[in-house]
């Protein structure tokens, strides 16, 4: 990454004031608002609430005795927790979880339809719909997930489980290191869905992550 | 199924070359100027001032440029996809005849 700091500031410079100058003639011609742009970069900066899967996971990783129910049987465990009925996979469903460690990583796509489980990670992304997307993950699994910005060392194995209408999969994510003490209520709040679909690695908190001060991801 | 625009226009270059850059999952912005041409190009496709589609084949034809200059045979420094990024937003802003190239030059002959 220190490739950026090759770059000539000439260039930069001109592109900032560019994209100032872009703005603020779309402002001055009444096509945008100076709050239009801060509210697209917000959307993208809020985070969605804790799901019923970041609760599990949290739970699994307090509790090794729970976890070791989810993996085995994880409706059975999913209806120990205190989720709405509509929750704990009443529709038929079956769960699954695929438990990410050190040496295993796990990927969940469809290749046929959108069995995503809903319930515990909330509406499915667009992009899990996305025909290339599916196809692409299935064939090219590294090379997709490098596209995510993670970067699998490649002694890790991958597995790529296709959720079907039968059997709805979600990843168990890896616990990050720090996160020891941290409370179950705590622990939830840092699990997202794209962790639970095998996209993402779950991170402390966005400050404590990365190596550049001014990079922002959102 | 509800989708939000926002989630749609970015996640609708998934697995194809215009794909913006990610850290975990998360888009990765180095500038502010970055997040801002960003944000411009999908307020103003979302507020219906040009397709979403018609931003996205003038982003890659002007990463398809890049490439051909510059060859994709190895990792170039030099490589900005935000600059990209701005030359299509700039493009299409004046296709659509929301801004001239007369306009952008007056206002950057203004910057100190």
């Not at chain 1, 220190?2 to 260039?11: H, S």
């Not at chain 1, 991958?158 to 720090?178: H, M, N, T, Y």
């Not at chain 2, 200059?69 to 990024?85: A, I, L």
Request: with cysteine; charged share 30%.
């Amino acid at each position: 990454m220190t490739d950026r700091f090759l770059y000539d500031p000439k260039r930069e410079a001109l592109s900032a004031a560019k994209a100032k100058a872009l703005e603020a003639l779309l402002i001055k011609k009444g096509v945008i608002t100076s709050e239009t742009v801060t509210k697209v970069i917000d959307f993208f900066k809020t985070k969605m609430g804790p799901f019923n899967g970041a609760k599990l996971v949290a739970r699994a990783w307090k509790d090794p005795a729970f976890k070791k129910r989810l993996l085995k049987n994880a409706n059975s465990a999913i209806a120990e927790m205190d989720f709405p009925p509509v929750m704990s996979g009443a529709e038929g469903e079956h769960v699954r979880v695929a438990e990410n460690t050190s040496s295993v990583h796990n990927l969940i796509i469809c290749t046929l339809c959108s069995c995503y489980p809903w319930t515990l990670l909330g509406l499915p992304p667009y992009w899990f719909k996305d025909p290339v997307f599916r196809a692409r993950a299935a064939r090219e699994p590294r090379k997709v997930l490098k596209e995510f910005g993670f970067d699998l060392d490649d002694s890790v194995e991958i597995r790529v489980w296709d959720s079907s209408a039968q059997i709805r999969w979600f990843v168990l994510p890896e616990q990050p290191k720090g996160s020891e003490g941290m409370s179950e209520a705590d622990l939830a709040e840092i699990v997202t869905p794209e962790a639970m679909m095998g996209v993402a690695r779950v991170e402390l908190s966005p400050a404590s992550r990365g190596y550049d001060p001014k990079a922002q991801g959102f | 199924m509800q989708t939000k625009f926002e989630h749609y226009a970015t996640t609708s270059m998934l697995g194809a070359p215009d794909s913006p850059p990610r850290c975990n999952a998360k888009l990765l912005f180095h500038h502010e100027w970055e997040a801002r041409a960003f944000g411009m190009a999908l307020a103003l496709s979302r507020d219906g001032f040009f397709e979403w589609e018609d931003f996205r084949q003038a982003l890659i034809a002007s990463i398809a440029e890049w490439e051909k200059e510059h060859g994709v045979d190895r990792v170039n420094p030099e490589w900005d996809y935000y600059e990209r990024w701005l030359l299509a937003l700039e493009r299409v802003l004046k296709a659509e005849a929301l801004i001239t190239t007369e306009e952008i030059q007056a206002a950057l002959a203004k910057e100190p």
